[in-house]
T-cell receptor
Framework: GAGVSQSPSNKVTEKGKDVELRCDPI?????LYWYRQSLGQGLEFLIY????????KSGLPSDRFSAERTGGSVSTLTIQRTQQEDSAVYLC?????????????FGPGTRLTVT | AQKVTQAQTEISVVEKEDVTLDCVYE???????LFWYKQPPSGELVFLIR??????QNEISGRYSWNFQKSTSSFNFTITASQVVDSAVYFC??????????????FGKGITLSVRP
């Protein structure tokens, strides 16, 4: 079956512009996670969705970052007024249910470059 | 707070050598899960194994084996008879399990493994 998909695969934007990153989880997966992978910080958790609600947003680095999920499926991560330090690979993962006994399946990521 | 340490940053071996990737974790919880993921040059994270804190049995899957020791808070990964296709970045990760919370992963910094022909 289809895995987690993300779009775009690459995004180059100018500092100060807004960007939207999209994640399509595996069908039927109720839990969805966003992570960020950067050279300096490694892999960091950003936000978690269970269905359409986000009970844990503790990893979002600033109020410029927001995310939503609709229909218990597609999720969009929005970064407003991008800064150069936002440059990273943004990874989305989904799992069948919440709980560590269900492994997370990762998408290919969106590489964001802020110039 | 939970923490995962992968002290090795880069390892280079010749094909057919055995190699062990170290992982040390910190957590205050008694119930937790440990993971290994592989990230090949293509970039996509590939799940390798999950182990819960109550199961200390070693696991073997083909050329891969994992050694979980709670006494030393370690979850090491060994590749036997390495192959060029094993070249990748390997991440160890930890997830705590408690009521009402999510299962976000805390990752180590990763180990870059290069297998030379």
């Amino acid at each position: 079956g289809a895995g987690v998909s993300q779009s775009p695969s690459n995004k180059v934007t100018e500092k100060g512009k807004d960007v939207e990153l999209r994640c399509d989880p595996i069908s039927g997966h109720t839990a969805l996670y966003w992570y960020r992978q950067s050279l300096g910080q490694g892999l960091e958790f950003l936000i978690y969705f269970q269905g359409n609600s986000a009970p844990d947003k503790s990893g979002l680095p600033s109020d410029r970052f927001s995310a939503e999920r609709t229909g218990g499926s597609v999720s969009t991560l929005t970064i407003q007024r991008t800064q150069q330090e936002d440059s990273a690979v943004y990874l989305c993962a989904s799992s069948r249910r919440r709980g560590s006994s269900y492994e997370q399946y990762f998408g290919p990521g969106t590489r964001l470059t802020v110039t | 707070a939970q923490k995962v340490t992968q002290a090795q940053t880069e390892i280079s071996v010749v094909e057919k050598e055995d190699v062990t990737l170290d992982c040390v974790y910190e957590t205050r919880d008694t119930t937790y899960y440990l993971f290994w993921y592989k990230q090949p040059p293509s970039g996509e994270l590939v799940f390798l194994i999950r182990r819960n804190s109550f199961d200390e049995q070693n696991e073997i899957s083909g050329r891969y084996s994992w050694n979980f020791q709670k006494s030393t808070s370690s979850f090491n990964f060994t590749i036997t008879a390495s192959q060029v296709v094993d070249s990748a970045v390997y991440f160890c990760a930890l997830s705590e399990e408690y009521t009402g919370a999510n299962s976000k992963l805390t990752f180590g910094k990763g180990i870059t493994l290069s297998v030379r022909p």
